[in-house]
């Protein structure tokens, strides 16, 4: 085995792995916005101490594959990874560009949903600010 053979066996691995990661992302992420509306802070602990390990990991593979893709003499980007996918023989790169496009729209969706939090997480501060601060006269704080 040679090593493009070796960095393609990654890519296509990784690949896999970041689609199967993306969709606990995309599970957790709606989760933690069930529980934000809740301000259930123990579930939300447990949520983001299981969210942590599966953004490494998304990490450590976008790094890799940037590594294996200019190593194989390709840009490392959509139109790169498209070049090795239909290079490869058509079931290893049907299934490989399967992911890739998954993997694309899966971390769309995250992006959406992590937005859609910190919006209400913005929106919660803007009340709890509203309630605490004693220039507001509807304000539960007590008088200075």
Known sequence: MNDRTTLVKTLLSDLAQDAANYDKLDSLLAKQHAHLTRRDSQALNAISETVQP???????????????????????????????????????????????????????????????????????KQLFDKLLKPEHAFSYAPSL
Do not use: F
Not at 64 to 78: K, P
């Open 54 to 124: 599966l953004m490494d990991a998304l990490n450590s593979n976008a790094q890799r594959r940037v590594t294996c893709l200019e190593t194989l003499g390709v840009s490392a980007d959509d139109e790169g990874m498209r070049k090795v996918l239909t290079a490869l023989p058509e079931a290893y790169g049907r299934q490989g560009l399967a992911h890739w496009e998954r993997i694309y729209a899966l971390a769309k969706r995250c992006q959406e949903q992590n937005n859609a939090n910190g919006r209400l997480l913005a929106q919660q």
